[in-house]
């Protein structure tokens, strides 16, 4: 079983920056991948960044040129790096592993259902 943890986010005004980090145990060795997803209040979690578990597959934003997605796996963490935030932006933020059956890392975008473990979130209000 993995167990993921987010740390990292907070409250900012329009135009700032945050770095929300996941921190993860357990077997991750073994998934194909890892996600950040955001919820906001009333709508559906919608992916926001994917990155391949073997590090070797570049990783997928959904937000190009204002959000990037890396990870370190000697430390077993992944860091999704958020600049030039707007009030679209506010929600809660989830850290996922899970498996690609296939798909793309794209795909991994849209599909949560790929994800089989999440983390508890981390809350991004901008304001």
């Known amino acids: 079983h993995v167990q993921l943890a987010e740390s990292g986010g907070g409250s900012v005004q329009a135009g700032g920056s945050l770095r929300p980090s996941c921190a993860t145990s357990g077997h991750t060795i073994s998934r194909d991948c890892m996600g950040w997803f955001r919820q906001a209040p009333g709508k559906e979690r919608v992916g926001v960044a994917s990155?391949?578990?073997?590090?070797?597959?570049p990783s997928r934003v959904s937000v190009k040129g204002r959000f990037t997605f890396s990870q370190d796996n000697a430390k077993e963490t992944t860091t999704l790096r958020m600049t030039n935030l707007n009030p679209e932006d506010t929600g809660m933020y989830y850290c996922?592993?899970?498996?690609?059956?296939?798909?793309?890392?794209?795909?991994?975008?849209?599909?949560?259902?790929?994800?089989?473990?999440w983390g508890q979130g981390t809350q991004v209000t901008v304001s």
């Open positions: 996922a592993a899970g498996w690609l059956f296939g798909h793309s890392i794209n795909d991994a975008l849209l599909r949560p259902t790929l994800f089989d473990s």
């Open positions: 990155i391949g578990s073997d590090g070797g597959t």
